[in-house]
């Protein structure tokens, strides 16, 4: 691939994130906008609240990241933005922005996939990597077994029937008055709690590679319902053991099956320090390459945008500006 350098753009949920990047690996840039503390008062995101604040904060964080690149709109030549999955008044604010700018600069947009970004974090954090690799990708919204057998060759191999493993985090720190977003709350309190102390359900752990995670919810509301006085910690750190174990077990049998022996993590949920320790502790029985992105890189952002928008630019060429944004665009 020639030199490109891309300015990406990110606001499918509740981030407003712009980055430039080179070539698809190099970040120069990466500046990302929470609006987490504004939705935290409601418990959650907030649609057109969180479209709103992507409309006033944009120009600024596009702004930033062009001046902490030492670049500016003259060098870039192509500007991505996710067009979905994900709140589609969100996705639009930045949509239109990379369209807005594409105009203006007569450079080529590209249209992202959320989740294939999130699958090229690691190529970021390893710029040696290279497909074949089976990646785990645990957001708020999906919880996904992929298969890239090659840039923009990928098989679903399994994924949740019922709740994201991030809803579910998210859903039981909200039961348990632990606030939002509730996965970096719940990983917070467990490390003061046993994870051994409640047995929980791993749902599906023996059978395929699809995942399930409302039961598991209930059974945490269950547990409380009928023991008052239980530690939250215990209850978090527990909760969590349960996810983490199914997470783990189901991506090694994905790469048992398919004898792919490169396996990588993205999503919110991979920031999760559990989670993490245990995919370190999976590459280091040997056997198998583990690729775990950075934490900024894991969380929603605009970096890992960029360097999919690279491949995507070099092997479709440029998405015309006719394209919408699609809420429940799908990956395959
Ligand atoms: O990928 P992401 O930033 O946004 C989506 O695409 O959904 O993922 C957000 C999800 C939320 O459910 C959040 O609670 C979860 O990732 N999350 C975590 C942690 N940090 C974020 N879950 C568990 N442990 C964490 N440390
Ligand atoms: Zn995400």
Redo the contacts with the bound molecule.
């Keep these: 691939m020639s030199c490109v350098r891309v300015l990406a753009i990110e606001t ?2 509740d ?1 407003t994130a712009a980055a430039v990047v080179d070539d698809g690996r190099a970040v120069r840039s990466s500046v990302v906008a929470s609006q987490a503390e504004i939705h935290a008062r409601f418990g959650g995101v907030v649609p057109e609240i969180a479209s709103r604040a992507h409309v006033e904060l944009i120009c600024d964080v596009i702004e930033q990241a062009l001046v902490e690149a030492g670049t500016s709109l003259d060098e870039i030549d192509a500007v991505a933005a996710v067009r979905g999955p994900g709140l589609a008044g969100a996705l639009l604010v930045g949509v239109s922005a990379a369209k807005a700018i594409s105009i203006a600069t007569g450079r080529p947009y590209v249209g992202v996939h ?1 989740h294939e970004a ?1 699958l090229y974090a690691a190529m970021i954090e390893d710029p040696t990597l290279e497909p074949p690799l089976v990646t785990l990708v645990v ?4 919880t996904l077994l992929i298969a890239m057998d090659d840039h923009g060759s990928y098989r679903v191999l399994g994924e949740t029937v019922d709740d ?1 493993a ?2 579910a ?2 859903k039981v720190a909200r039961f348990l008055g632990l606030g939002y ?4 709350a ?2 917070r309190i467990a490390r003061e709690g046993n994870p051994e102390a409640i047995r929980f359900p791993r749902p599906m752990r023996s059978v395929g590679l699809d995942f399930s995670f409302s039961g598991l919810k209930t059974a945490v509301v269950q547990y409380v319902r009928k023991h008052p006085a239980a530690e939250v910690a215990d209850l978090a750190a527990s909760f969590q053991a349960a996810v983490v174990d199914v997470l783990v077990e189901k991506l090694q049998r994905a790469a048992d099956e398919t004898g792919i022996d490169t396996v990588v993590a993205g ?3 991979a ?3 559990a ?1 993490r320790q245990r995919l370190v502790d999976l590459g280091a029985a040997g056997g198998l390459r583990v690729v775990i992105p950075r934490v900024a890189l ?3 952002n605009a970096a890992m945008v960029g360097a999919v928008a690279a491949y995507r630019l070099a092997s479709d060429g440029p998405t015309p500006l006719e394209a919408p944004v699609v809420s429940n665009l799908r990956l395959v």
């Design positions: 499918s949920c981030e959320h999130h957001s708020g919204g999906h994201a991030g809803e985090f998210d977003p509730g996965g970096p719940i990983d999503g919110g949920v920031a999760n320090s989670l894991c969380t929603d």
